[in-house]
């Protein structure tokens, strides 16, 4: 009888194990137009509770059939480098050495950084890079998906402290950096300036089955070729072929005009080809049918400019439930067209 017991466990992990292995994990990179607009807080997920996760991605969940499982590896206010940086193709390095002493010889936590000193940058070209201001502090199943990272083999948790604010308009945001070891010893070490920060992703999240990336709103990148080089590089990093880009939509100070967005995804269409999905076009042209949506006054004008139609937005930037659910149906459209 225990024979059989110990058989029926074996034979049950085996198949537990088959089935995980055999999943298609789907990675969602991006910022906020990729992560749950109402945030990691305790309200934010009594919001979500209540009027239900209006993220592309866990919509996507539902559209896709049994076997595959969506990553949201989005946080807001980031831009392309601190992305980037999170997924692993230009990793983030240390601005300044680092001191990290045993637990029973410090009274506070071990400051690494804030708005006035930078903590980390970019390898791709030394510029200062901010993760985990909006989301991905916490330790565990973070969309940051930094912790637990590494530092010269060193087990890390990074972890900040952020708060917006908004003036006249105009947002404000104060934080703070820290740096623990995952496991204490009693050793003081020094990390030096310029050493690579393995994140949790880098080790994890490669070689996935497939990747969106849905990066650039808030800029990190020179010019549409600068943009090009950066997701060329993400997706050589993930060393999966099986990708969809998506385009952002809305001007900002890398392409301030209609037109030098429409001139960005020319270049991008030109390059990533059937990859690519022109999200501000599609909005544009074909959005409000899709949603079912009877275009208003307001409407008609933004797309006689070449704008998203507010029908679809809940701000400037973000979209709306019906919205979401479009980006969602364009990406299941995309799977489906490259064979996913």
């Not at 301030?256 to 390059?271: C, F, I, N, Q, Y």
């Not at 949506?293 to 809940?314: C, E, N, R, W």
Request: proline share 4%; net charge positive.
């Amino acid at each position: 009888m225990k024979k059989v017991i110990l058989c029926v466990i074996v034979l049950f992990f085996a198949a537990s194990c088959q089935k995980e292995s055999n999943e298609k994990v789907v990675v969602c990179w991006g910022d906020s137009l990729t992560a749950p607009q109402s945030g990691n807080s305790f309200k934010g997920k009594i919001y979500r509770l209540i009027k239900g996760d209006n993220c592309y991605p866990k919509k996507l969940q539902k559209l896709l059939p049994d076997g595959y499982k969506i990553i949201n590896a989005g946080v807001g206010g980031e831009n392309s480098l601190t992305i980037m940086a999170r997924q692993g193709a230009y990793p983030m390095k240390l601005a300044h050495d680092v001191i990290i002493f045993p637990k029973n010889k410090r009274k506070y936590k071990m400051f690494i950084g804030n708005n006035d000193i930078p903590a980390f940058v970019s390898s791709y070209n030394d510029s200062i890079v901010h993760p985990m201001l909006q989301r991905g502090w916490k330790k565990d199943k973070s969309p940051a998906y930094i912790n637990e990272c590494y530092i010269n083999n060193m087990p890390i948790t990074l972890s900040s402290e952020s708060f917006l604010w908004r003036t006249n308009n105009k947002w404000n945001i104060q934080y703070n950096y820290y740096i623990d070891r995952f496991v204490d010893n009693n050793n003081t070490d020094t990390l030096k300036a310029g050493s690579i920060v393995t994140t949790y992703a880098m080790k994890h999240l490669r070689n996935a089955y497939a990747n969106v990336f849905f990066i650039g709103q808030n800029g990190g990148f020179e010019d549409a070729t600068d943009l090009i080089k950066q997701l060329q590089s993400m997706v050589n990093y993930s060393k999966c072929d099986k990708y969809v880009i998506i385009s952002f939509h809305a001007v900002n100070n890398v392409m301030p005009t209609v037109e030098r967005l429409k001139g960005m995804e020319d270049s991008l269409a030109s390059v990533f080809g059937k990859h690519y999905f022109n999200l501000r076009s599609y909005m544009v042209n074909n959005g409000l049918k899709d949603a079912g949506i009877t275009p208003t006054q307001a409407d008609k004008d933004s797309i006689l400019h070449g704008q998203v139609p507010p029908s679809l937005m809940s701000d400037r930037v973000h979209f709306n439930k019906k919205g979401y659910e479009l980006i969602a149906n364009s990406v299941k459209k995309k799977f489906d067209e490259l064979g996913y």
